[in-house]
């Protein structure tokens, strides 16, 4: 990708019962793939990884103190969010190309505070993206806002996810 990421939007269309999740670059580059409810569990099963090695909530014994470090966290982060910004529409470039590929592959890894995330479709070019701590609930948010315009429950599942957790721990 050139440049860094400039904005993200996550949109619910109905008519393909899939995300279409858009980045946009500094360098005037878009980025486009569709995302569906499959990938987008695990897309928040990677995000909720990264957001547990933070070391504010990960040296904390206290089930309960790590949540609320960790909502915290988060509810700081969505705050300084612009949520309302429109999408920027003045791509000069698609580096994936015109049509929207289908997310396939999703690899990470975790580096420190940061989160190396590869998307690609099963066959062709893909992005690779450095997502940090501070940008990982802005992406939540996005993701989990979109799957409720599909009815997809991922908040609810997220919730289920945390919770067992909790009980596993």
Request: proline letters at 4%; charged letters at 30%.
């Amino acid at each position: 990708m050139t440049g860094t990421i400039r904005q993200m939007q996550m949109l619910f269309v109905p008519e393909e019962d899939r995300i279409l999740f858009r980045i946009n670059s500094t360098g005037k580059q878009e980025y486009r793939f569709w995302i569906t409810r499959r990938y987008s569990l695990l897309l928040l099963e990677i995000l909720r990884k990264h957001a547990d090695i933070d070391p504010d909530v990960s040296t904390q014994i206290n089930p309960e103190a790590k949540e609320a470090i960790k909502n915290f966290k988060s509810e700081q982060a969505i705050q300084g969010a612009d949520f309302k910004q429109k999408f920027n529409e003045d791509a000069e470039e698609f580096p994936l190309g015109e049509s929207i590929p289908l997310a396939f592959k999703l690899n990470y890894k975790i580096n420190g505070d940061e989160l190396h995330l590869g998307i690609h479709p099963k066959e062709g070019n893909g992005i690779d993206i450095v997502i940090g701590s501070e940008l990982n609930p802005t992406l939540m948010q996005l993701l989990i806002h979109a799957g409720k315009k599909g009815d997809w429950r991922l908040d609810v599942i997220q919730a289920d996810i945390l919770t067992q957790d909790r009980v596993i721990n």
